[in-house]
């Protein structure tokens, strides 16, 4: 049964900083693209950050690149995400999400091409 999950969510001033991990288990997923995704109460799914398999590759949102990294531990089966200069806008639940297909180099930028998901760890940045 393949999982994953995150922590490190919690509350935080704007300025602050945190870093999320997202532990998989089950499978492998090394030569995978992963990615942080997000939603806010009332607001649609936003793509926060992709890393490919290879981890060579990134992607970020305009609204986090400058102030936040993803990266990868494959030996941990583990993706992080370091958010720095947080604000209070970054509000809202993170989500991690793997890509079944094999690719070392590709960074999806859409939420339905992936096929694993976290639960979720809750972000809150108060002014």
């Known amino acids: 049964q393949v999982q994953l999950v995150e922590s490190g969510g919690g509350l935080v001033q704007a300025g602050g900083s945190l870093r999320l991990s997202c532990a998989a288990s089950?499978?492998?997923?090394?030569?995978?693209?992963m990615g942080w995704f997000r939603q806010a109460p009332g607001k649609e799914r936003e793509i926060v950050s992709v890393?490919?398999?290879?981890?060579?590759?990134?992607y970020y949102g305009d609204s986090v690149k400058g102030r936040f990294t993803i990266s990868r531990d494959d030996a941990k089966n583990t993706l992080y995400l370091q958010m720095n200069s947080l604000k209070p806008e970054d509000t809202a639940v993170y989500s991690c999400?793997?890509?079944?297909?094999?690719?070392?180099?590709?960074?999806?930028?859409?939420?339905?091409?992936?096929?694993?998901w976290g639960q979720g760890t809750q972000v809150t940045v108060s002014s």
């Open positions: 999400a793997a890509d079944g297909r094999f690719s070392r180099t590709t960074v999806p930028r859409t939420p339905s091409v992936y096929d694993y």
């Open positions: 089950g499978r492998s997923f090394s030569n995978n693209a």
């Open positions: 890393i490919s398999g290879s981890g060579s590759v990134t």
